[in-house]
Structure formats: C-alpha cells, structure tokens
C-alpha cells in the first residue's frame, strides 16, 4: 500500500495575507524576511509567495504573546497581599 500523501502547500501572494491579517503588504514582506511567516520567492520575476499554513502558527504565536502581555500587565497593577497572600507570621 502506498504511504498517504500529504496535501500540497497552498500558497497566498503578500496581498491576500495583508488582507487577512488586517495588515500592510510591507508588513507581510517583513514578517517573511523575519522568519515569522515561512514562503518563497516564486516565479519569473520572482514574487514572494507565502505559504497559508504558516499563517495559523503566526496567529497562534501572536496569541500567546497577547496573553502573556494581558498577564504581565495584570501583574503590574496587583496588590502584594493578592500577590503574595497574606500571612499571620507578620501580623503584630
């Protein structure tokens, strides 16, 4: 039996991602030369291509970033005692 095969990468010019992630073509070009977004440079002339799976891991670390910041910003504005609890040991 032959091994399943994986579906073929889909793949979006900058244009259509800035429109789903509500950003600038520029941006999207960025986030390629930064890693965060994974695609090729396609064609003749080359254009930047990118591929649509990588667009739930930039989602999902974009996400977790927001969470961490909503945390530390919760933690910023925290009183000691709900920080730490309150203790006898201290009490006079």
Do not use: C, K
Not at 17 to 36: K, M, P, T, W
Not at 60 to 81: C, D, I, K, T, Y
């Amino acid at each position: 039996m032959a091994p399943p095969t994986r579906p073929a990468s889909r793949f979006l010019a900058p244009a259509q991602v800035a429109e789903l992630l509500s950003i600038g073509v520029d941006e999207v070009i960025d986030l390629l030369h930064e890693g965060r977004l994974r695609g090729a440079q396609l064609g003749s002339p080359p254009r930047w291509r990118v591929e649509e799976s990588s667009l739930e891991g930039y989602l999902a670390e974009e996400s977790e970033n927001a969470r961490r910041m909503a945390l530390w910003r919760q933690s910023q504005v925290a009183s000691f005692p709900e920080v730490w609890g309150t203790s006898s040991a201290h009490r006079s």
